[in-house]
């Protein structure tokens, strides 16, 4: 299996704040890395796919980046709304994998 | 604007079949430019992919569900099914379906709104 890991687990950020969120494969997954933001109760939501591209309707200050092992996603000018837990997914492997979670709390 | 929605017994007894079955609106499960997929995840804690299937009946499933897990495909009422069989209180989770694009890269770009399924005695 390819294990996901994600760092932090939970971060405290202010609105208008800039945080970033790395995700780290146990092995080279090239550029197949995915992020989701899920609200409490609600399904996950596709933000980004492909590590880099943005998901139709996303708002911009969504970002990620990285290939290989390691990749970020990154929220600009936080939003109330953007408070969620995210997660990375890996889809190199026949064996689909997700991060444990970052939990993105209000400061 | 595809809608995917989940549907079957919230609550099953251990050693029984949990059967959950996705249907899908404003898209076709015979469209060859997607796997249609299962996700759960317990309360509280993280994502889990349990497999997809394609319109031809082709699946791909986790192993650590070992064979307890089967997905099965109804173009004829635009629907995909899942079974998973002899539950334990750990299979206790909500139940997503989801739309997952093909192509260079795979992603699940429209799921269902999600359906908890207990299993207790």
């Known amino acids: 299996d390819i294990q996901m890991t994600q760092s932090p687990s939970s971060l405290s950020a202010s609105v208008g704040d800039r945080v970033t969120i790395t995700c780290r494969a146990s092995?080279?997954?090239?550029?197949?890395l995915n992020w989701y933001q899920q609200k409490p109760g609600k399904a996950p939501k596709l933000l980004i796919y492909?590590?880099?591209s943005l998901q139709g309707g996303v708002p911009s200050r969504f970002s990620g980046s990285g290939s290989g092992t390691d990749f970020t996603l990154t929220i600009s000018n936080l939003q109330p709304e953007d408070f969620a837990t995210y997660y990375c997914?890996?889809?190199?492997?026949?064996?689909?994998?997700f991060g444990q979670g970052t939990r993105l709390d209000i400061k | 604007q595809v809608q995917l929605q989940e549907s079957g017994p919230g609550l099953v007894k251990p050693s029984e079949t949990l059967s959950l079955t996705c249907t899908v609106s404003?898209?076709?499960?015979?469209?060859?430019?997607?796997?249609w997929s299962w996700i759960r995840q317990p309360p509280g804690k993280g994502l889990e992919w349990i497999g997809y299937?394609?319109?031809?009946?082709?699946?791909n499933n986790n192993p650590s569900l070992k064979s307890r897990v089967t997905i099965s495909v109804d173009t004829s009422k635009n629907q995909f099914s899942l079974k998973l069989n002899s539950v334990t209180a750990a299979d206790t989770a909500v139940y997503y379906c989801?739309?997952?694009?093909?192509?260079?890269?795979?992603?699940?770009?429209?799921w269902g709104p999600g359906t908890l399924v207990t299993v207790s005695s």
């Open positions: 989801a739309r997952v694009q093909v192509g260079a890269t795979y992603h699940f770009h429209s």
């Open positions: 404003g898209g076709s499960v015979s469209s060859g430019s997607y796997y």
């Open positions: 299937i394609y319109y031809s009946g082709s699946t």
């Open positions: 092995q080279s997954i090239s550029s197949y």
């Open positions: 492909t590590a880099s």
């Open positions: 997914q890996q889809t190199y492997s026949s064996l689909i994998t």
